[in-house]
């Protein structure tokens, strides 16, 4: 089972590695925070709970902070 993961320069299909694999366990392993990335799934706005399903598209988005 696997997904399509799009983060910067990365656009490449990855396996899901157990049951229930969420954004957050995604986002563990890139060592990346939620509090500073947005994640779409198949193009729609998702929170970190959310699990990934085989042949989802995930999109992660930096945010970026400034003033």
């Given at each position: 089972?696997?997904f399509?993961?799009?983060?910067?320069?990365i656009?490449?299909?990855?396996?899901?590695?157990?049951?229930?694999?969420?954004?957050k366990?995604?986002?563990?392993e890139?060592?990346l925070?939620?509090?500073?990335m947005?994640?779409?799934?198949?193009g729609?706005?998702v929170?970190?709970d959310?699990?990934?399903?085989?042949?989802?598209?995930?999109?992660?988005?930096?945010?970026?902070y400034?003033?």
């Amino acid at each position: 089972m696997s997904f399509r993961l799009k983060y910067k320069n990365i656009d490449e299909e990855k396996e899901i590695p157990k049951e229930n694999y969420t954004i957050k366990d995604l986002l563990d392993e890139l060592e990346l925070s939620a509090q500073t990335m947005v994640s779409k799934q198949n193009g729609e706005l998702v929170i970190e709970d959310t699990v990934i399903n085989e042949g989802d598209e995930i999109q992660l988005v930096q945010i970026i902070y400034g003033g």
